[in-house]
């Protein structure tokens, strides 16, 4: 009776992965057929999304080329004559800042932090706004996100405002 259970159990097990394999072979084929667009086109769309996926979010600028276009409404704003809104340091740190200095992201000095800015702050107010404006070690340029007034805004709200410190005039 034992040989007779072990080629049942024999010969269901083997129907089971015969079928389950016939089953996924069915699948591969019907899904090569249906899968439709072209390998041209497929390739292109994924060269498409790299080159997309590795442009910098920044570009360099050598010294005697012309600056960019601004791509805020700042020069459309200034051609119709109107003056445009200063942000306030705060909301700039907000919209620009916080994700690098509120996490100390790559050593930088976090909101608040008087020790992150001790030495820092030494190098007095032309020195940090040149920083910011044009990048320096690890911080990329930030000189197209806001305007040299903002900027001093954003510094004098991380520094001055949330640490007490007071930078020196350079």
């Excluded at 790299?50 to 979010?57: G, H, K, Q, S, T």
């Amino acid at each position: 009776m034992s040989a007779d259970s072990d080629s049942t159990f024999l010969r269901n097990f083997a129907l089971v992965i015969g079928l389950l394999v016939g089953v996924t072979i069915l699948l591969l084929i019907v899904v090569n057929t249906f899968s439709g667009g072209d390998d041209a086109e497929r390739q292109a769309l994924a060269q498409e999304r790299a080159e997309r996926n590795l442009a910098p979010d920044y570009a360099v600028r050598l010294s005697g080329e012309p600056a960019p276009a601004v791509a805020s409404g700042e020069a459309e704003a200034e051609a119709q004559g109107g003056v445009t809104e200063v942000r306030s340091g705060e909301q700039v740190t907000q919209a620009v800042c916080i994700a690098c200095h509120q996490g100390n992201f790559q050593n930088a000095p976090g909101i608040g932090d008087q020790d992150g800015w001790g030495e820092r702050i030494g190098k007095g107010w032309e020195t940090l706004t040149t920083h910011v404006s044009e990048g320096y070690g690890n911080m990329p340029a930030q000189g197209g996100a806001a305007t040299e007034e903002e900027i001093r805004a954003a510094i004098e709200y991380m520094i001055e405002d949330e640490t007490g410190l007071e930078i020196p005039e350079s």
